[in-house]
Nanobody
């Protein structure tokens, strides 16, 4: 079992920046592929970013590419999402997720590929 706790959400003006954190506990963090997802009101939860176990492979949704950056610190059991140049359409609840899938190559963008989820942190971008 892995427990995930997100933090860092809040209210930010369009064009601003925010950094989300997700701390994991319970199992060896470096064994898990990590992802960030988000869910806006009335919409389905969507993929945002992926990072593999050693941080060497990153992947982003087109909607955030060039603005967001995912990273991880395995010594601190933490994954981050740096959000820059935010837009009102980035408003959503952001979730981190962990996957035990044995990934040789490629990326995990499907919700079903992730085993554990945090409770989410709200990000609101004002125009």
């Amino acid at each position: 079992q892995v427990q995930l706790v997100e933090s860092g959400g809040g209210l930010v003006q369009a064009g601003g920046s925010l950094r989300l954190s997700c701390v994991a506990s319970g199992r060896t963090f470096s064994n898990y592929v990590m992802g960030w997802f988000r869910q806006a009101p009335g919409k389905e939860r969507e993929f945002v970013a992926h990072i593999n176990r050693n941080g060497g492979k990153l992947y982003y949704a087109d909607s955030v590419k060039g603005r967001f950056a995912i990273s991880r610190d395995n010594a601190k059991n933490t994954v981050y999402l740096q959000m820059n140049t935010v837009k009102p359409e980035d408003t959503a609840v952001y979730y981190c997720a962990a996957s035990s899938y044995i990934l040789i190559s490629g990326v995990l963008t499907a919700r079903s590929a992730y085993d554990y989820w945090g409770q989410g942190t709200q990000v609101t971008v004002s125009s």
